[in-house]
C-alpha cells in the first residue's frame, strides 16, 4: 500500500514514519513517498526516517521528490501536511495581525483567514489532481486551518477527504484519565468545527461521567483545560471546550501577552527548526536524536503564553506525546482493512449539526469502516456556542469564495465578519497588510 505524504520535509512526518513502523499487521503501508518543494529539507526528514527504521524489518521504503504529480500517482492515500508560506509566512501573520490589536494565531482569528487565504488555492489545485492522478486515494488532510481546507478540498474530492487533528483526541484523553476511565473504553461527545469544538459529555459503560467532573472543582481543576480556562468557567459553561477556545473566551489577554512576548509562537518555530535542519543535514549529526530534542522543546511550549495568561504553568509529560499521527493510522487501518473504530474527525455534515447546511465541514464522532466516515448524530448546540459555530462558519464560505473569486473585497468581508476582528477598518488594514508581506495572496484584486 502507497502513502504519499504531501510536505513531506514537514517537522512532524517522524511522527507518522514512526506510527508506520509499528504497524505489523498484513494490509500495512508498504511504500512512502514523501513529497515537498525544498529538497533540502526532504533531504534532512529522510534522514531521520532512515535512522528511525534502522533495525525494523520489512521497514516502509521511503522515496522523496519534488514532483507532484509523480508522488500522486497510484497513491492509495495521501496524507496532506502542507505548509504554504512557510513558517516565515506563519510569522508574519502573526506580526501583522498584532500590530492592529487582534489575534494572528495561524487558525484562529486574523491569522487563520489570512493562512486559508494563501493556502487553499494550493489545496483545490492538489485536490484536483488527486482526482485526476489517484482517484481511487483517500486523502487525509492535515494542514491548517484543517476544517477550512477540508472544506475546499471536498468540493473535488466529496467524501473521499477526511480532516484529522489531535486537540479533540488529547481533550478527551485528558478528561478520561482525569476521571480514573481508559480513554479507549469512552465515548466522546464532542461537536463543532476544527480548533472550535466542546466536549459535552463522556460515556463509560453507558453511563456520562462529565456532571460528576463539573461537580468536583478540585478534580475539575486539576489538569490542562482546567488551568486554562478556570473552573468557574467551565461549570458555567457545562461542557469542556478544545484548548484553542481559550483564544475566543480570553481574547483580549491573549493578544496582549502574545504582543508583550519576545517572539511570536511562528517566529519561535522558523528559527528552532531552521537550527535543526541545519544540524540534520551535517554528517557528524545524528539526525534522529536532533529532530527529538527540538521536537520536546516544541511540545513543552506548546501555548506557553496562553498558560501564562491562565496562570496553568507547565504542561504534564502524558499531554507531550501528541496524537495526530495514531488518529492517521486508525483512520487508514479502519478504511484499508475494515477494522471499524470511532475517531473524531472533520466531514462533511450531512444533516448532523441541524444549523450548518449539508456540505459545511464539522468536526464531530464518526464511525469509519471500509467506505469512509461517517458523522453520529448529535444533539443541538447550546446558544452560545451556535452563534460562534455559525459566525465562524460563515467567515470560512467567505474565505473560500475569495480564493475561488480573487475579489479583494471578499477577502476585507471575511476578516470583517470574524467576531476577534472588531472593524472593518481593521480588516482593510489587514488586507493591505497581508498582501504587501504574501506573494501567495498577489491574486487578490
Not at 35 to 46: F, G, Q
Not at 49 to 58: F, K, M, R, S, W
Not at 181 to 200: F, M, Q, S, T
Request: hydrophobic content about 45%; proline content about 4%.
Amino acid at each position: 500500500m502507497k502513502l504519499t505524504i504531501l510536505g513531506g520535509g514537514g517537522f512532524r512526518v517522524p511522527l507518522v514514519y514512526g506510527a508506520l513502523l509499528a504497524d505489523r499487521a498484513e494490509g500495512r503501508v508498504t511504500r512512502v513517498v514523501l513529497h515537498d518543494l525544498d529538497a533540502d529539507r526532504l533531504s534532512a526528514v529522510t534522514r531521520v526516517l532512515a535512522e528511525q527504521a534502522a533495525g525494523v524489518p520489512d521497514a516502509p521504503e521511503v522515496t522523496a521528490t519534488t514532483d507532484l504529480d509523480e508522488a500522486l500517482r497510484g497513491a492509495d492515500f495521501v496524507f496532506s501536511a502542507i505548509r504554504v508560506g512557510g513558517l516565515e509566512g506563519r510569522a508574519n501573520d502573526e506580526r501583522v495581525a498584532l500590530a492592529e490589536g487582534v489575534l494572528g494565531q495561524e487558525t484562529v482569528g486574523a491569522g487563520g483567514i489570512a493562512y486559508g487565504l494563501r493556502t487553499v488555492p494550493v489545496a483545490v489545485d492538489i485536490a484536483r489532481r488527486v482526482a485526476r492522478l489517484a482517484p481511487d486515494a483517500w486523502v487525509i488532510n492535515f494542514t491548517n486551518p484543517a476544517g477550512l481546507v477540508t472544506e475546499a478540498m471536498s468540493r473535488h474530492l466529496g467524501d473521499r477527504v477526511i480532516g484529522i487533528c489531535d486537540s479533540p483526541v488529547g481533550l478527551g484523553r485528558r478528561i478520561a484519565r482525569v476521571l480514573g476511565a481508559n480513554p479507549k473504553e469512552a465515548w466522546i461527545d464532542y461537536v463543532g468545527l476544527n480548533h472550535l469544538g466542546w466536549v459535552r459529555g463522556l460515556r463509560i459503560a453507558g453511563r456520562d461521567e462529565l456532571p460528576r467532573l463539573l461537580a468536583d472543582p478540585d478534580l475539575l481543576g486539576s489538569f490542562e483545560e482546567g488551568k486554562l480556562f478556570g473552573v468557574e468557567w467551565l461549570q458555567s459553561l457545562g461542557a469542556i471546550p478544545n484548548e484553542y477556545l481559550h483564544y475566543y473566551y480570553f481574547n483580549r489577554e491573549a493578544v496582549r501577552v502574545y504582543q508583550q512576548a519576545e517572539k511570536t509562537r511562528g517566529a519561535f518555530l522558523r528559527d528552532q527548526q531552521a537550527h535543526f535542519y541545519q544540524e540534520a543535514t551535517r554528517s557528524d549529526t545524528s539526525a534522529l536524536q536532533a529532530w527529538e530534542r527540538t521536537r520536546a522543546e516544541r511540545e513543552a511550549t506548546y501555548m506557553a503564553e496562553n498558560r501564562e495568561t491562565a496562570g496553568a504553568g507547565e504542561r504534564e509529560a502524558d499531554d507531550l506525546s501528541g496524537g495526530y499521527e495514531k488518529v492517521a493510522l486508525a483512520l487508514m487501518r479502519a478504511i484499508a482493512r475494515d477494522e471499524r473504530t470511532t475517531l473524531i474527525l472533520n466531514v462533511r455534515n450531512r444533516g448532523t449539526l441541524s444549523v450548518l447546511d449539508t456540505e459545511a465541514v464539522i468536526e464531530v464522532p464518526c464511525l469509519v469502516d471500509v467506505n469512509g466516515a461517517h458523522p453520529v448524530a448529535v444533539d443541538p448546540l447550546p446558544g452560545h456556542a451556535t452563534g460562534l459555530v455559525c459566525a465562524v462558519k460563515a467567515v470560512e464560505r467567505e474565505v473560500l469564495a475569495a480564493a475561488a473569486s480573487g475579489d479583494r473585497a471578499t477577502a476585507v468581508k471575511a476578516f470583517a465578519l470574524h467576531p476577534l476582528v472588531d472593524s472593518v477598518n481593521v480588516a482593510r488594514r489587514l488586507v493591505e497588510g497581508y498582501t504587501s508581506v504574501h506573494s501567495g495572496l498577489a491574486y487578490l484584486k
